[in-house]
């Protein structure tokens, strides 16, 4: 039987935009209390607003660069007792940056999609996990990808930091053995969200073009799974969850009408 969420308290990376954001809507819905993070500080503040009015969620939201260490553990060490208690932590924060061969990257692109996809990740993880031990009570779930399933031509750097995503949380859930602490790697395929239109620093023609023909994913299906996955008895631990379209057969193969 599921369990209830409600006075659950979720922490959220990347809350601003697309599948974090969803994952913030999805889990007030069940009356959890988020603590929200991102960069854009004035967005987590819309989104907290409108939480409050439709769910009277308690929300906190905080501005946070998952590519600083030092921001991390200030952040985590200093939150009020009210929220202090993490029983989901969210690892979603990530990004794509280009989509050329190798050869023809810019190399400050592979920096912050691993200082964020990949160490991002870790320091959360690593600064809220003892808690979670000590509370004997948890759920890490990490966002991966398709893409972490098999490299594809001009995603080489990013297939390989979701690739990363997927071992760490295999490996994460090998050292917590004998802990109730469960880990979870959501993997999605195509999901419309801002994601195309970062990875193409803002070419819209370009961003449209990966969903074109075909029907992707929402980011409110993958909140969606991520309140299933967490919703199960403590017993059962859904290790990794691969979700794509139904235009989508892998991470390069899309049926396109028209
Ligand atoms: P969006 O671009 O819509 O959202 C990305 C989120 O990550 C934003 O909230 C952004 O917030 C945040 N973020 C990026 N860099 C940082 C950083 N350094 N510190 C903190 N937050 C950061 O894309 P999606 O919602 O699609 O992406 C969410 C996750 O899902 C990513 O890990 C992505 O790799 C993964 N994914 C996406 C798929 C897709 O097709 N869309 C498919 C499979 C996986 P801000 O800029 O305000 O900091
Ligand atoms: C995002 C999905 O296939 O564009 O992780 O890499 S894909």
Not at 132 to 156: D, L, Q
Request: with cysteine; glycine share 8%.
């Amino acid at each position: 039987m599921a369990i209830k969420l409600k006075d659950k308290t979720v922490f959220i990376t990347g809350a601003s935009s697309g599948i974090g954001k969803a994952c913030a809507e999805a889990f007030a819905a069940k009356g959890c209390r988020l603590l929200l993070t991102a960069r854009r500080g004035e967005r987590l503040e819309a989104l907290a607003l409108k939480l409050r009015e439709k769910y009277n969620t308690h929300c906190l939201v905080a501005e946070l660069d998952v590519q600083k260490k030092k921001a991390i553990d200030a952040l985590v060490s200093s939150i009020p007792p009210a929220y202090a208690d993490i029983d989901i932590l969210v690892n979603n924060a990530g990004l794509a940056l280009g989509k050329s061969p190798l050869h023809e990257n810019n190399p400050k692109h592979w920096d912050a999609m691993f200082q964020t996809n990949v160490m991002g990740l870790l320091h959360v993880t690593h600064a809220v996990l003892p808690a979670m031990i000590e509370r004997g009570k948890g759920h890490v779930i990490n966002i991966g990808s398709v893409a972490g399933r098999g490299a594809y031509a001009g995603g080489t750097v990013y297939c390989a930091s979701k690739s990363a995503v997927k071992s760490i949380s295999e490996g994460l859930k090998h050292d917590l053995l004998g802990t109730p602490i469960r880990v979870t790697c959501i993997e999605p395929g195509m999901v419309e969200t801002e994601f195309s239109t970062v990875r193409f620093e803002g070419d819209a023609d370009k961003a449209s073009s990966v969903y074109a023909g075909a029907t992707p994913l929402t980011a409110m299906d993958i909140a969606e799974s991520l309140v299933f996955v967490a919703s199960r008895p403590l017993h059962v631990n859904i290790s990794d969850m691969l979700i794509l379209a139904t235009d989508q057969s892998d991470a390069t193969t899309v049926h396109r009408r028209g």
